[in-house]
């Protein structure tokens, strides 16, 4: 059973999670026409979105589905219908199509679930589906590294790390700090890449192992420094206010 603060932890998480706008939804329907039309292909939440751990100002994740491999020419028409129809530039990258906002902000990025240039199946979201705490924590960890400017880390690391943590801890808020405390005292760079690892699709880049030390160490600083601020939530507001400091 959490306590009264630990409720207004998982409260303000709440508050920061990802909800589909009317925007969103006039989007997501437009490009599912296009696909369904174009591909004969569904169209599904897909990334952080389907697991439950996205938060506001996240770009969108979404996978197509289709009964064939999609082809190079056919992202490529894709891309371009969905540039004139959705008055956005749509750009084919490695294995997406990534739809750009108008002016900043998030940006949709389009998958190919059976594609010839590089399938991206769904995440599988068993380990975060109807998990509440691991869904609060990953959300407040991905809100934390990004209101404090820190370097950048992919959702399917802080994902990760939620996942192989969450041991002996009942709340979201319990295993935030059960985060913090390993960031501070064990994290080292071959603890990271072993947990990092397994979970990377479809694998490991040897580059990042040349980002991780320098990360790391400013994420750990930060953590060091949060950990010595006084923990007093008496509302919601509190808890932002701690995670800013």
Known sequence: MGSKPDGYFEAWANSIAWKKAREDNVLINTISRIVQQELRGQVHLAGSQRK??????????????TKE?????????????????LGRTARPGAHIIRVEPP??????????????FGS???PNREQFYGAVRRQHAARALKWW????HLPHVGG???????VRLDQNVSTGAELFLRILEWLVGS?????????LRPAAFPKWHPRWSNVVPGRLEAIRNAARRLQKQPREWRSVGDVENWLRK
């Open 156 to 162: 399917w690391a802080v994902e990760a790390v939620v």
């Open 69 to 85: 491999p999609v082809t190079l020419k056919q992202r490529t028409d894709l891309a371009a219908r969905l540039t004139t129809e």
């Open 187 to 195: 994290a080292n760079t071959q603890a990271v890449e072993s947990m």
């Open 120 to 122: 991206r199946p769904l």
């Open 145 to 148: 590294l990004r209101e404090r």
């Open 103 to 116: 002016s900043g902000g998030p940006h949709i990025d389009i998958a190919f679930a059976n594609a010839a």
């Open 52 to 65: 439950g751990t996205s938060i506001l100002g996240s770009d969108i994740d979404l996978c197509v589905s």
